[in-house]
């Protein structure tokens, strides 16, 4: 069974320019986490979405971060534009509905910003 | 809102010795608690979590952590560490009023040397 699939897995940019991270779940599981991890710290939650409703999105940047699970299944995070501040992994999650549920989290996004 | 220390940013130990790497929590309800790890270039990994029942928790590789109620901690110990155990621990949190929530401490690189 295939695990929890992102990328890029590393992506450098100027500042002030998009970026698109792309994340594609376990099979069957419908909730789905975006972390960002930055250095030397864990991760922090950005935004779940149960199918493809986000649920929580209270930590979300909103002002330059957007996120979309059209279809319930895959999904994208997006800055624009890019600050200095947002370089840091960023790491998928996903799990079967119910907080009890164990989440399996993909290998990250390294995010370097210049 | 709840908040998790893990009190030791990195240990040092060698092959075959016992290690105990600490998590203090906080929280005004009450807790799941969990263990993850991440080996290098690799995504976290569930190690261990205690929902409910028994405060002494196990997992496949040897790894325990108890969970103490009113010392709010969640140390995670083993009585004899190999080579292979080296990596970055994360003791996490999720009230159990919050759904999937997860919060994470700040990590603690296990170091183990021969």
């Known amino acids: 069974e295939a695990g929890v699939v992102q990328s890029p897995r590393y992506k450098i940019i100027e500042k002030k320019q998009p970026v698109a991270f792309w994340c594609n779940p376990i099979?069957?599981?419908?909730?789905l986490y975006w972390y960002r991890q930055n250095l030397g710290q864990g991760p922090e939650l950005l935004i779940r979405y149960e199918n493809e409703e986000a649920v929580d999105d209270s930590q979300l940047p909103k002002d330059r971060f957007s996120a979309e699970r059209l279809k319930g299944v895959d999904s994208t995070l997006k800055i624009q534009p890019a600050e200095l501040g947002d370089s840091a992994v960023y790491l998928c999650?996903?799990?079967?509905?119910?907080?009890?549920?164990?989440?399996?989290f993909g290998p990250g996004t390294r995010l370097t910003v210049l | 809102a709840q908040s998790v220390t893990q009190l030791d940013s990195q240990v040092p130990v060698f092959e075959e010795a016992p290690v105990e790497l600490r998590c203090n929590y906080s929280s005004s309800v009450s807790v799941y608690l969990f263990w993850y790890v991440q080996y290098p270039n690799q995504g976290l990994q569930l190690l261990l979590k205690?929902?409910?029942?028994?405060?002494l928790v196990e997992s496949i590789n040897g790894f325990e952590a108890e969970f103490n109620k009113s010392q709010t901690s969640f140390h995670l110990r083993k009585p004899s560490v190999h080579i292979s155990d080296t990596a970055e621990y994360f003791c996490a949190v999720s009230e159990k009023t919050s759904g999937s929530r997860l919060t994470f401490g700040e990590g603690t690189q296990l170091t183990v040397n021969p």
């Open positions: 205690y929902l409910s029942g028994s405060t």
């Open positions: 999650a996903s799990s079967l509905v119910g907080h009890l549920n164990e989440q399996f």
């Open positions: 099979s069957g599981h419908n909730t």
